[in-house]
């Protein structure tokens, strides 16, 4: 067997980031050299020793050792760079090149997973309808919609959020209903309305706004609808074969504790953030693997808790999804759709396994219908909604 060279982890050779694990590691793989004999290990494992030896001096944890191991000569060669490579990758998004059993092996490509996102803003097309309802409260009076309001939806329209109507609830509370394209945040909807109009009553009222807000999101179902939907996809979708739809039965997810139709409380106000996003599989491939359909439940589940997103269903079937959660204030329609399928494609090893498409939409306590009808009955609304933009149409099933 070949000896393997020793050497120190050395801090001038390795990213700040990883000398404190090798250290640590380095450390803990101590054994008795009382016995000179190496003992023989598995391939793939390293052998224990006094410090801890690679097959060559240059440590480099994005490109694999030129030395080979082999537990014997002519043998496969052996994984001892491994373990350190499983170190590396909790600090690097790209592992060096794959590593092979014997020449013309199978390439082990299970570290080699590109963390780099496949599904951006720029090489994918969205289907939405997002609408919310927005409440301003000001410290006095304001003045009439009359003087302000055309120019309000002029100046908004730049910056992605259109002004379907607007309500005087009372003679210092104004509410919107907004549509906006996937990029906006619930955030930035606030900022454009209420940065907007302060400037155009600025001579009547220099400082109109208190600091406080309410934001929701509305679509055309209601949450508990919505939920019924996602609920029965696997029978709105049944397969040929009962093991199969038995397994897809199986593995949907649901927390029964989540109500998407409440309202959480940030720093300065009220908002509701409530999203349904569904991906699709491209090229109609269908994929009913139990492991593979438990690992897309499952990373979608960790995602949400990584990211603080309150996530009620998943309405998981062989060829697409149905996600409903609630996202932050600071989050946009897009942001969250966007990191959800790159955590898919993440489970078949960043291949575009999805289409370049998806829909968002936004629903929450109340529906469309509600707020039709109150803009029907209440003077001062803003008009008729201006005809849904192609963008807004094409929801997927």
């Given at each position: 067997m070949q000896e393997m060279q020793s050497i120190q982890p050395n801090a001038q050779t390795l990213p700040p980031g990883l000398v404190p694990a090798v250290q640590q590691l380095a450390a803990t793989e101590r054994c008795n050299q009382s016995n000179p004999t190496p003992k023989r290990f598995r391939p793939g494992l390293p052998r224990r020793c006094n410090n801890w030896r690679l097959p060559n001096t240059a440590i480099n944890p994005t490109q694999r050792p030129n030395a080979s191991v082999r537990a014997c000569p002519g043998g496969a060669t052996t994984g001892g760079y491994q373990r350190l490579q499983s170190i590396a990758i909790k600090h690097f998004f790209i592992l060096g090149s794959p590593s092979r059993a014997c020449p013309g092996g199978i390439n082990d490509s299970r570290s080699r997973v590109s963390m780099e996102p496949i599904y951006t803003a720029e090489n994918t097309t969205t289907a939405y309808q997002l609408n919310w309802s927005l409440a301003l409260f000001g410290k006095c009076r304001f003045p009439e919609q009359s003087l302000w309001l055309k120019d309000l939806q002029a100046a908004t329209e730049s910056d992605g959020v259109r002004i379907l109507s607007s309500n005087v609830r009372s003679e210092n509370t104004l509410q919107f209903f907004v549509s906006t394209r996937p990029a906006s945040t619930p955030s930035e909807i606030v900022r454009s309305i209420k940065g907007r109009l302060q400037h155009l009553i600025r001579d009547q009222i220099p400082k109109a706004f208190r600091r406080n807000y309410h934001i929701q999101s509305i679509g055309e179902a209601n949450s508990s609808v919505l939920d019924q939907y996602v609920a029965k996809q696997t029978a709105r979708h049944p397969m040929a074969d009962d093991a199969v739809q038995s397994r897809l039965e199986s593995t949907q997810f649901h927390d029964a504790s989540i109500d998407l139709s409440k309202p959480r409380i940030g720093t300065y106000g009220q908002y509701l953030n409530s999203l349904q996003i569904v991906m699709k599989?491209?090229?109609?491939?269908?994929?009913?693997?139990?492991?593979?359909?438990?690992?897309?439940?499952?990373?979608?589940?960790?995602?949400?808790?990584?990211?603080?997103?309150?996530?009620?269903?998943?309405?998981?079937?062989?060829?697409?999804?149905?996600?409903?959660?609630?996202?932050?204030?600071?989050?946009?329609?897009?942001?969250?759709?966007?990191?959800?399928?790159?955590?898919?494609?993440?489970?078949?090893?960043?291949?575009?396994?999805?289409?370049?498409?998806?829909?968002?939409?936004?629903?929450?306590?109340?529906?469309?219908?509600?707020?039709?009808?109150?803009?029907?009955?209440?003077?001062?609304?803003?008009?008729?909604s201006p005809k849904r933009r192609p963008e807004e149409t094409g929801k997927e099933d």
């Open positions: 599989n491209s090229d109609g491939w269908h994929d009913v693997r139990a492991t593979q359909l438990l690992r897309v439940r499952n990373i979608i589940v960790r995602a949400s808790m990584k990211k603080d997103w309150t996530l009620s269903r998943i309405g998981l079937l062989s060829n697409h999804l149905h996600v409903l959660l609630s996202a932050g204030v600071t989050e946009s329609p897009q942001s969250v759709a966007l990191s959800l399928m790159n955590n898919v494609a993440y489970v078949y090893d960043m291949k575009p396994i999805l289409m370049s498409s998806y829909y968002v939409g936004t629903f929450g306590g109340y529906d469309r219908g509600a707020v039709r009808m109150h803009d029907q009955g209440v003077a001062g609304s803003a008009g008729t």
